[in-house]
T-cell receptor, first 112, second 114 residues
Framework: DAKTTQPTSMDCAEGRAANLPCNHS???????VYWYRQIHSQGPQYIIH???NNETNEMASLIITEDRKSSTLILPHATLRDTAVYYC?????????????FGQGTILTVHP | DAGVIQSPRHEVTEMGQEVTLRCKPI?????LFWYRQTMMRGLELLIY????????DSGMPEDRFSAKMPNASFSTLKIQPSEPRDSAVYFC????????????FGNGTRLTVT
């Protein structure tokens, strides 16, 4: 699986958009970008994933650059409950998916 | 849906004792994963099962660790004998065995070995 690079920490004001970047310059053509987050004392929670098109769901939007070497997770209106560690993971799809390699992630702090 | 259920939520034991962690995956999910999280090493995959069969146990640290899945609704992770360095949060996760189906994690078992 391709390696990812994320900032160690970020801050965001409540109500504003949180934009979390991720670099994955060695991504292969059959690898997807997944985002998970982990709120304190809980297990990781799936947010969104994509291959090359931008994706949106009820939680967030995922913007993948045309060359697929980087992506941005967007939380459109951050709340205090969005304070968590956010993990960007690149992995192949398929039924063997699940061998996720979690890096250190980005600690997002949403403040009032 | 109750989600992935793990028990106990917290476990404190003395070095040398046997520890058994339990997991009930989401009904209908046929892949199950055991992860361990520590400050030093982050989240690490220990082992995963497809259709109750262990597929990859390369992450299991030592022979002291063993995992079983006797049926589709139950799995155990056993440590015998336990050591202080086994102290960590152990997560169980499950998913449907279809392309891009996301992992659903339990809330973990915090193990402390003194």
């Amino acid at each position: 699986d391709a390696k990812t690079t994320q900032p160690t920490s970020m801050d965001c004001a409540e109500g504003r958009a949180a934009n979390l970047p991720c670099n994955h310059s060695t991504i292969s053509g059959n690898e997807y970008v997944y985002w998970y987050r982990q709120i304190h004392s809980q297990g990781p929670q799936y947010i969104i994933h994509g291959l090359k098109n931008n994706e949106t769901n009820e939680m967030a939007s995922l913007i993948i650059t045309e060359d697929r070497k980087s992506s941005t997770l967007i939380l459109p209106h951050a709340t205090l409950r969005d304070t968590a560690v956010y993990y960007c993971i690149v992995t192949r799809s398929g039924t063997s998916y699940g061998k996720l390699t979690f890096g250190q992630g980005t600690i997002l702090t949403v403040h009032p | 849906d109750a989600g992935v259920i793990q028990s106990p939520r917290h476990e404190v034991t003395e070095m040398g004792q046997e520890v058994t962690l339990r997991c009930k995956p989401i009904s209908g999910h046929n892949s199950l994963f055991w992860y361990r999280q520590t400050m030093m090493r982050g989240l690490e995959l220990l082992i995963y099962f497809n259709n109750n069969v262990p597929i990859d146990d390369s992450g299991m640290p030592e022979d002291r660790f063993s995992a079983k899945m006797p049926n589709a609704s139950f799995s155990t992770l056993k440590i015998q004998p336990s050591e202080p360095r086994d102290s960590a949060v152990y997560f169980c996760a499950s998913r449907e065995q279809v392309n891009n189906s996301p992992l659903h994690f339990g809330n973990g078992t915090r193990l402390t070995v003194t």
